[in-house]
């Protein structure tokens, strides 16, 4: 299936130099690597216009769905640098996607013959009205897109960088309002500070049964005043600004703001 865009000519668009912030640029030959490093998620996480449309990458979180047409791209795209930075591999299971984030993991259902495979975001695209999803060629066979071209397709997130949730988990995590999320922000709120590590610890435990949508963190410092400090801190904001709003309606005494 011919793709409207190439990885290569995405790249150029969205300005090398922009893409591998505080990474470089890929050098010539390059394997790809196992998963995207912090710099270039949050670089692959701007906003981008390709032909004149702007498109908005926006976080997900597991349990997530979507609908629409998939694609797959094969023979042509193969030994190509993705969107970020990886080196194509047409037998590998990967996709590429408009706006979720890098190293999301998706399971794809062919809405027409009932097949279905899981991918891992690595690519944007494809840049064709109605489809949501280009498939790699191994993944396209698996859905049977090689013989159809496209088809109706469900996307579901199942899960972040290799690791995908069993459906036993993702509805447990539904019900309980507990979805895992791809967060890239490194913002988050003290709720305690401690000499002794096992006021620290209590604290911990506390605030994990809680919020458990957060992930609540010890940081040892050294040398404040004197001695160790065990900090508390709930991190998995979105933005500064989520972790101001969470504050501001928790009712958190002598919380504040940090960043990891």
């Not at 604290?203 to 963190?217: E, H, L, P």
Request: net charge positive; aromatic share 10%.
């Amino acid at each position: 299936m011919k793709r409207l865009t190439s990885p290569i000519l995405l790249i150029i668009i969205l300005g090398a130099s922009t893409l591998f912030t505080g990474c470089g640029p890929e050098p010539k030959g390059a394997k790809s690597t196992k998963y995207t490093s912090a710099a270039r998620h949050k670089a692959t996480m701007r906003s981008y216009k390709v032909l004149g449309k702007r498109y908005n990458p926006t976080y997900v979180e597991v349990g997530q769905v979507m609908h629409g047409i998939s694609s797959w791209y094969g023979p042509n795209f193969h030994g190509k640098q993705t969107s970020n930075g990886e080196v194509y591999n047409m037998h590998a299971r990967t996709a590429a996607h408009k706006t979720w984030p890098m190293d999301t993991m998706v399971k794809v259902n062919n809405l027409v013959n009932g097949k279905s495979t899981i991918v891992r975001i690595n690519d944007r695209g494809p840049f064709v009205r109605g489809r949501v999803i280009d498939c790699s060629y191994t993944a396209g066979k698996e859905l049977g897109l090689d013989k159809m071209g496209i088809a109706k397709v469900s996307l579901e997130v199942v899960g972040f960088a290799g690791k995908v949730e069993s459906p036993a988990a993702i509805a447990r995590q539904k019900r309980e309002h507990t979805q895992q999320r791809m967060v890239l922000s490194n913002f988050g709120v003290q709720v305690g500070a401690f000499r002794r590590y096992q006021g620290a610890k209590a604290y911990q435990r506390k605030y994990s049964a809680i919020y458990r949508r957060y992930n609540t963190i010890i940081r040892r410092f050294d040398d404040i005043n004197g001695g160790p400090l065990n900090r508390v801190w709930l991190m998995g904001f979105r933005s500064e600004e989520e972790a101001r709003d969470f504050k501001a309606h928790n009712d958190l005494e002598g919380a504040f703001i940090v960043r990891n």
